[in-house]
């Protein structure tokens, strides 16, 4: 069974200094991992993917993630927080080796970046 | 622009009356999903529909059931509601297959209170 861990309820930083969300993943084959961020009383909003190839994956707003596959580990990062990043973050994954689209999502990180 | 849209966004319903949401999208996507979020949250998976196949979570109560009548709409009945059914329902599509890669588009979600 696939599962995700997010061992952070809450991530505090200062605006302008490096954030960081972790993320660790559990799947029987291979995975497809994605981050989603949430604004108050809005849906999922779709941040970026890892599929396959560069362990670096960019994605929207200048966020940025690492897969690990030894540490199976997908770290959420940026370099420089805004107060706007303020929200809450998911790490979700999909088991690709059974065929699989069903997406499982962890319990979120909520992000408070102070000015 | 294609999208996934959720009516209404708001409501109120009675304990025990029943209550119907729904979803409809323009992403032609074979694939729809019903989860539900409670107060930060992760998003739980309730059911989901491949193409006319209804696919129910083993841990969903009864008391929630899904019709799909078609490609573009489908909806979320609760029969009876109960208080700890109040929650964001979150309605989403994705493709199946190769398009598996492709990450699930989430709409903006109901918030259901129950009175």
């Known amino acids: 069974a696939q599962s995700v861990a997010q061992p952070e309820d809450q991530v505090n930083v200062a605006e302008g200094n490096p954030l960081t969300v972790k993320c660790t993943y559990s799947v029987s084959g291979n995975p497809y991992l994605f981050w989603y961020v949430q604004y108050p009383n809005r849906g999922l909003q779709f941040l970026l993917k890892y599929i396959t190839g560069d362990n670096l994956v960019k994605g929207s707003y200048g966020f940025e993630a690492e897969f690990n596959k030894s540490q199976t580990s997908f770290h959420l990062k940026k370099p420089s927080a805004l107060v706007s990043d303020s929200a809450l973050y998911f790490c979700?994954?999909?088991?690709?080796?059974?065929?699989?689209?069903?997406?499982?999502f962890g319990a979120g990180t909520r992000l408070f970046v102070k000015a | 622009d294609a999208m996934v849209i959720q009516n209404p966004r708001y409501q109120v319903t009675q304990f025990g009356k029943p209550v119907t949401l729904s979803c409809s999208q323009t992403?032609?996507?074979?694939?729809m999903y019903w989860y539900q979020q409670k107060s930060s949250q992760a998003p739980k998976l309730l059911f989901h529909?491949?193409?006319?196949?209804?696919?129910n979570e083993a841990d969903t109560p009864d008391n929630f059931q899904s019709r799909r009548p078609n490609t573009s709409f489908c909806f979320l009945d609760i029969r009876s509601p109960g208080l700890g059914d109040a929650a964001m329902y979150l309605c989403?599509?994705?493709?199946?297959?190769?398009?598996?890669?492709?990450?699930?588009?989430f709409g903006p979600g109901t918030r259901l209170t129950v009175t």
């Open positions: 989403a599509t994705s493709r199946s297959g190769m398009s598996a890669l492709l990450p699930i588009n």
């Open positions: 992403l032609n996507h074979n694939v």
């Open positions: 529909y491949y193409d006319k196949d209804f696919n």
């Open positions: 979700a994954v999909r088991d690709r080796d059974t065929g699989g689209f069903k997406t499982i």
